[in-house]
């Protein structure tokens, strides 16, 4: 073999696609319910748009992009995420010009430098949702409800959502300064990462994953207990929003988004069946983030899913996926004559919508129904030369064995009304 796929990346082989296009179909569904619109970008875009718009002191931007020089010398990064394009591209098009709120869902690959693991690949897909032009706290419910009725409607219950408000501009400068006063004299303590972010993003210390950090900073002073009047109101009301739709939640103040950009709302969606990688999605709010790329004064909130997360705690507790169609027809031939009429026939039936297929490696007729049965048909006919000279076939349902004759020539019809289309 000339070389393996690249670390960190996964195929999605004929026989699991099946489990993909479902859980597509179900993720589309719902956002199509909500009154979304799908929304595409493309899979690269200049590297200054993720520096600003995931954030530079942020471990994706620092240690986690796939950035390459293009042939004409401009940086270029593949997304590591799907917010950022979708805001440009609410700039760029001028969206804001439109009806608003805009609402939008996506489904896109990413791609991050990172240790692969169970749940953690270099390669991946989020789903994720944006909408722009509204701070209700209503839309931030709207948006983790899309989410719950995604894992309702896939069978997954044992999911906690967990919510925060991570505060506007003004009122975080000034708990960043009670927070950085309670943290000065622990510094020596902390690990590297968290003695660079000291200065420029406190918040995030909170989010380190370092247990002796974590110790150290149990009693810290949280975000939550120093909002503003208005931060307050809106946390509260988002809360009032969840006990109307009867969706649990625990508030977890440890969620931080701690950019200037990233306000009020953080969530996750988190299983507690998949270990270590529990989170399956991820959002927030981000009222800074459209000016801070070039627009206009713009709320905006969002969510991502990682999608082979999302897989992977579904196949962990077993839940079943809804076995793919088989095939509707298969035509067993017999000689060279029904060979290349079978040919003419099956390009007729595929043409009208049913799904048909025939033998192409000159298989035994009794190889020819094995093959049949291995692919799944509903139904066998047999074409050989009397049954052209005489138009006259056995129609066989393979899976309640009845055979009846019909004519050949009312193929077609006897088809599609067993089939009821
Ligand atoms: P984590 O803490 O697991 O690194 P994150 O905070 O980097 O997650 P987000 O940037 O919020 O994750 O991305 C949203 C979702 O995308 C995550 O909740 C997760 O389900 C998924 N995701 C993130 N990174 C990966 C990855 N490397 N491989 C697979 N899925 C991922
Ligand atoms: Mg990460």
Redesign the pocket.
Known sequence: MLTKGAKGTKDVIPEESYKWHYIESIYKEVCENFGYKEIRTPVFEHTNLFERGVGETTD?VQKEMYTFKDKGGRSITLKP?GTSSIVRSFVENKLYGGVQPTKVFYNTPCF?Y?RPQA???RA?H?FGVEVFGSDSPSVDVEVMSIAYTVFERLGLNNIELNINSVGCPKCRAEYNHILKEYIAPKLDKLCNTCNSRYEKNPLRILDCKNPSCQEELKDAPLMIDHLCDDCREHFDKVKEYLDAIEIDYIINPKIVRGLDYYTKTAFEFISKDIGA?G????GGRYNGLVKEIGGPETAGIGF???V??LLLTLESLNIPFPEPRGIDIFIVTIGERADIESFSILYKLRKLGISADKDHLNRSIRAQFKYANKIDANFTIVIGDDELDRDVITLKNMKTGDQREIKLSSLTKELKQELGR
Do not use: A, D, I
Request: charged fraction near 30%; hydrophobic fraction near 25%.
């Open positions: 994706v995420e991050r990172e749940g953690r690949l991946f989020q990688q989170t399956v999605c991820g991502g899913m990682g082979e997360r």
